[in-house]
């Protein structure tokens, strides 16, 4: 009986090992390794946003391949040109450098912009019509320079929604940054919640696994239809599974964390 109860006793410890000092018993999404999802980051629109550090240190050196998921609501009507992600956002190096850009390109539509030459090189946009931007929708951004076609796509709510050519590679100049454009512009009011990054292209498959049927799953454990886990270079979950701190967003998988800039708040509304 003495060795049963050690065992039991020991099992409950092991079981507990994230549990909360609240008294609660649930220690909630905010420990890592947890799955659920809580909270999103609600951006004002007016000067929040959020820059979470070099590029190469997600996507390498050079950029020839990638996948970009991102579960987005706009609080009121997007503005035009309002930005929700922006890869070198001001310029490092001078305008002929890479850019990467997720915008509204009206109220009812977001695009996406990849060119490695700002100032030479038109690049791709590829745009998708958003029906309610004001309930909880998700993006797959898909980049690969070595395919002989359709070198950037992007997919809404788990569809292919449209394609682009762009197959050169991407020389990684400057920041990744949440909800503004540039230095000081073009900022978005709403949620971002569950981005994240691999260095691999996501097939129309898998993109249908992430999406779940509009229910977010944490990216770093594969799923039924999604083995791409081990490929996530950057994954920002937007409130859950922080480090510390209630300005600060952790990089669960990577070293670019971010603290929250100007008016942004966690806020217990995701999809």
Same mark, same amino acid.
């Given at each position: ?39 999103? =980051? ?98 797959? =951004? ?19 929604? +449209? ?75 937007? +409130? ?22 100007? +008016? ?8």
């Amino acid at each position: 009986m003495t060795f049963a109860k050690t065992i039991a006793v020991l099992t409950v410890s092991l079981m507990c090992i994230h549990c909360s000092d609240s008294g609660s018993g649930d220690a909630g999404p905010n420990y890592p390794g947890s799955t659920e999802n809580e909270f999103s =980051l609600l951006f004002n629109g007016v000067d929040g946003h959020g820059t979470a550090g070099d590029i190469s240190a997600t996507l390498g050196d050079p950029v020839e391949v990638f996948s970009i998921s991102i579960w987005f609501k706009a609080e009121g009507v997007p503005a035009a040109e309002s930005t929700m992600l922006h890869l070198n956002p001001e310029f490092e190096t001078g305008r002929n450098s890479m850019q990467a850009r997720l915008y509204w390109s009206s109220s009812t539509q977001v695009a996406f912009h990849v060119t490695p030459d700002f100032d030479g090189d038109l690049g791709a946009t590829v745009t998708a019509d958003v029906a309610d931007p004001q309930e909880w929708n998700h993006l797959v =951004l898909t980049f690969d320079a070595r395919a002989t076609s359709d070198n950037v796509a992007v997919y809404l709510n788990g569809n292919a929604v +449209g394609s682009g050519e762009q197959g050169t590679a991407l020389i990684p100049y400057g920041n990744i940054v949440f909800a503004r454009a540039g230095a000081s512009q073009n900022y978005f009011h709403g949620y971002l919640d569950e981005v994240a990054f691999w260095d691999s292209r996501l097939g129309s498959e898998e993109i249908v696994a992430v999406y779940n049927e509009g229910i977010p799953k944490n990216v770093r454990f594969d799923i039924p239809g999604y083995e791409s886990a081990d490929s996530v270079t950057g994954l920002w979950r937007m +409130g859950d599974e922080n480090f510390s701190g209630e300005q600060n967003v952790s990089d669960r998988v990577g070293r670019n964390h971010f603290t929250i800039v100007g +008016g942004g708040t966690f806020e217990r509304e995701t999809p």
